[in-house]
């Protein structure tokens, strides 16, 4: 892993500003864009999905002239080392930058949730690829600075409860972290659960987010209220350690399994080994490069594979991270000449009222709406199942 961040750090050094002409480039003052992420979590690879659909986004940006008339997009990144307090200070930071028109998150909803008042608060915009708290977007504030391309828990919920039901699995559990991540992924379950005519959640367990032993007891416990299907909700290094635990059970016990995407954060298939292919399990995804649907995605796939040294599109790492960053910075470039300032209101107000972008993942039309801060939807969302060979492919059928 670090020999493989060594060489991720230095292939991007020439994202933001470098693909501007040198001249061009001294005679323009930069629009900065802040990156704030989990980069020294040594298991993830989503903030280096994330960095790299950025820069491949402002390259292309820069190479096309920039914006406002020729100032180049320059990144500057920050590592809150997965602790929200350092979140919150970088987003502050972030805010008293001159020509800093906003800034991307990382995948942990925890950081993102206490960013959240800092950029209503400080008019600085928050640009979301990943984090999934429903609560991130649905702060309640006006006007509200955010703006997520990415999905949310509540629709990722309902995802994998589809698939449990394909499953034949209709009493449900649900074993979640101790963070705000968990508390809303519990909210979403009751929600849809208890509106459900064919599924019923019989128990919530939690565990320490990070910091987990061992899940079986609250397995069993759920098992004994009569679990058919989990929902799980995690982060690949508590993933891996439930995945290698439940293969030790009879096959007997053992329920089919719906993860939500924090495990395809990181590198699971190493890090559960043959365990993860030896269950039922599925997690819920937003993008794959399987079937690109224009040249934009293809070549974007081939970019990517050429920086991941990978030989097929779907061992990139978190490619939903990356797919959503590519199209989130386009859309935030396209909104910064349409305000023809970097204004923050200005800006705000020129996502809210883009016209339609053909991106990677959709047709953006439009992306935004002053009452709908949410670039993707429900049907966006699949699931799908890593292959021995550590692939991540989605299910043909998946019940959603």
């Known amino acids: 892993m670090p020999d493989r961040r060594r060489f991720i750090q230095s292939a991007l050094v020439l994202g933001a500003g470098a693909a501007l002409p040198a001249s061009a480039r001294a005679a323009a003052a930069p629009v900065l864009i802040g990156f704030d992420a989990e980069l020294r979590d040594l298991t993830s690879t989503s903030d280096e999905a994330i960095r790299a659909g950025l820069d491949f986004a402002l390259a292309d940006i820069n190479q096309a002239g920039g914006v406002l008339g020729g100032r180049p997009l320059e990144l500057v990144v920050r590592d809150n080392r997965t602790v929200p307090a350092r979140g919150v200070d970088n987003a502050i930071e972030f805010s008293m930058m001159k020509d800093m028109v906003g800034f991307f998150v990382g995948k942990f909803s925890p950081v993102a949730l206490e960013q959240v008042p800092v950029a209503n608060g400080n008019r600085i915009l928050m640009f979301n690829p990943w984090s999934a708290a429903d609560a991130i977007v649905d702060s309640g504030a006006q006007p509200n600075n955010v703006f997520r391309l990415s999905l949310k828990d509540s629709w990722a919920i309902r995802t994998m409860t589809r698939h449990l039901l394909a499953r034949r699995s209709r009493r449900i559990g649900i074993l979640v ?105 599925a997690v819920v995804q937003t993008y794959s490069f399987e079937t690109p649907r224009n040249a934009l995605a293809r070549s974007l796939a081939e970019r990517a594979m050429a920086l991941f040294r990978q030989d097929d599109p779907s061992r990139i790492p978190s490619v939903v991270g990356l797919a959503h960053a ?75």
């Open 177 to 281: 972290p101790n963070s705000a991540w968990g508390r809303s992924c519990v909210s979403a379950a009751r929600n849809v659960l208890d509106s459900s005519r064919d599924a019923a959640l019989v128990g919530v367990e939690w565990f320490t987010w990070g910091g987990a032993k061992s899940f079986m007891e609250q397995y069993v416990s759920l098992r004994r209220l009569g679990m058919e299907g989990l929902l799980m909700v995690c982060n690949e290094r508590d993933g891996a350690l439930f995945l290698k635990e439940l293969a030790t059970i009879p096959a007997g016990e053992r329920v089919p399994v719906a993860n939500h995407w924090g495990v395809s954060g990181g590198d699971l298939p190493r890090l559960a080994g043959k365990a993860l292919n030896e269950l039922d399990f």
């Open 326 to 400: 590519y199209d989130l910075m386009h859309l935030v470039a396209r909104a910064i000449n349409r305000a023809g300032s970097t204004d923050v209101a200005a800006v705000r107000m020129a996502l809210e009222n883009l016209p339609p972008y053909e991106g990677v993942i959709r047709r953006y039309a439009p992306a935004f709406t002053a009452t709908r801060h949410e670039a993707l939807g429900p049907d966006e969302l699949f699931m799908a199942r890593y292959t021995p060979d550590g692939r991540l492919l989605r299910i043909a059928s998946s019940g959603s």
